[in-house]
């Protein structure tokens, strides 16, 4: 597939990241959430922005595409801790679930700061 080694950024930002790249649907929502998740290890803006993407396209979201697109690359726990994190920051049912700790995940920063964020690029 084509887009295996695209960075999922710019499609991201097409989708209403708040990130500093040029907005390109070079992919679906859905992947591009999903490849984002091996970024959001590099870069941390991707990881404050997954929330927003996610909340400004809760509508337009495959869950089960999303699901399997994560299990086919081997990142379910780091789909579940930003569909975690995004359903406590939005108070949107479709994505509560259990907190981010119980993924395992430590941050260095603390919760406010992504409700922060996600205040900010949200409204």
């Not at 803006?45 to 997954?50: Q, R």
């Not at 981010?100 to 409204?123: C, D, T, Y």
Request: cysteine-free; overall charge positive.
């Amino acid at each position: 597939m084509a887009t295996r080694s695209k960075d999922p950024r710019p499609t991201l930002t097409a989708y209403g990241a708040p990130l500093f790249f040029s907005a390109r649907r070079d992919m679906g929502l859905e992947e591009a959430v999903v490849r984002s998740l091996r970024v959001l290890r590099r870069d941390p803006t991707v990881l404050l922005s997954l929330p927003v993407v996610l909340v400004k396209n809760e509508r337009a979201l495959d869950g089960g595409e999303l699901l399997a697109k994560a299990k086919e690359l081997g990142l379910e726990a780091e789909l579940g801790m930003v569909l975690d994190l995004t359903g406590e920051l939005s108070r949107r049912p479709r994505f509560r679930a259990p907190v981010v700790a119980r993924w395992g995940f430590r941050m260095n920063m603390p919760e406010s700061s992504f409700q922060q964020f996600l205040a900010k690029h949200h409204g």
